[in-house]
T-cell receptor, first 116, second 114 residues
């Protein structure tokens, strides 16, 4: 079974609108971390935002926010006021376990295209 | 700034060759990872290491091995390259025990096996 599921292979959004990228996860660990990365066409992986399993408030970083619903095991990324430069692949990832030995598992990604 | 450097950006190798992909990080990170990225499949973990000389298999270790003789260097080895190993390979490092949350990635190596 997939540990990270991103159900939207591709999405379109109009410039200046908000968009939500879906991510659900599966783990039996109590302690875990959730991440979102952006990969533009240049190929670099850019860290966007992090949410710890014990964090009570949703994480926010500028135009990015993470809608964390623990009971539903979902960690959706919300991008407000989309810009043309937001066009990229977006990956949701999870690190399971305590301490330093947890590996980092990625979803298959969502390709976001921002229309002018 | 954390830097993760992969030795090659593009690589072309012949079937059956032994291939070494090198990754070096300069921030004294404990964890290092090797992923391969293929269209529609996302990033799949090949191997990771949480300490020198320690390694753990990821989801797709078959056909690969790794070496971590020094903390800063994590090598991915294709013992006998095959065409189905043509892919983008990404190295990453992290250190969650220091309170640093994210993993930092290298620029990737696009390997073509002919």
């Amino acid at each position: 079974a997939q540990k990270i599921t991103q159900t939207q292979p591709g999405m379109f959004v109009q410039e200046k609108e908000a968009v939500t990228l879906d991510c659900t996860y599966d783990t039996s660990d109590q302690s875990y971390g959730l991440f979102w990365y952006k990969q533009p066409s240049s190929g670099e992986m850019i860290f966007l935002i992090y949410q710890g399993s014990y964090d009570e408030q949703n994480a926010t970083e500028g135009r990015y926010s993470l809608n964390f619903q623990k009971a539903r095991k979902s960690a959706n990324l919300v991008i407000s006021a989309s810009q043309l430069g937001d066009s990229a692949m977006y990956f949701c990832a999870m690190r399971e376990g305590e301490g330093s030995q947890g590996n980092l598992i990625f979803g298959k990604g969502t390709k976001l295209s921002v229309k002018p | 700034d954390v830097k993760v450097t992969q030795s090659s950006r593009y690589l072309v190798k012949r079937t059956g060759e032994k291939v070494f992909l090198e990754c070096v990080q300069d921030m004294d990170h404990e964890n290092m990872f090797w992923y391969r990225q293929d269209p529609g499949l996302g990033l799949r973990l090949i191997y990771f290491s949480y300490d020198v000389k320690m390694k753990e298999k990821g989801d797709i270790p078959e056909g690969y091995s790794v070496s971590r003789e020094k903390k800063e260097r994590f090598s991915l080895i294709l013992e006998s390259a095959s065409t189905n190993q043509t892919s983008m390979y990404l190295c990453a490092s992290s250190n969650p025990t220091r309170g640093e949350t994210e993993a930092f990635f290298g620029q990737g190596t696009r390997l073509t096996v002919v």
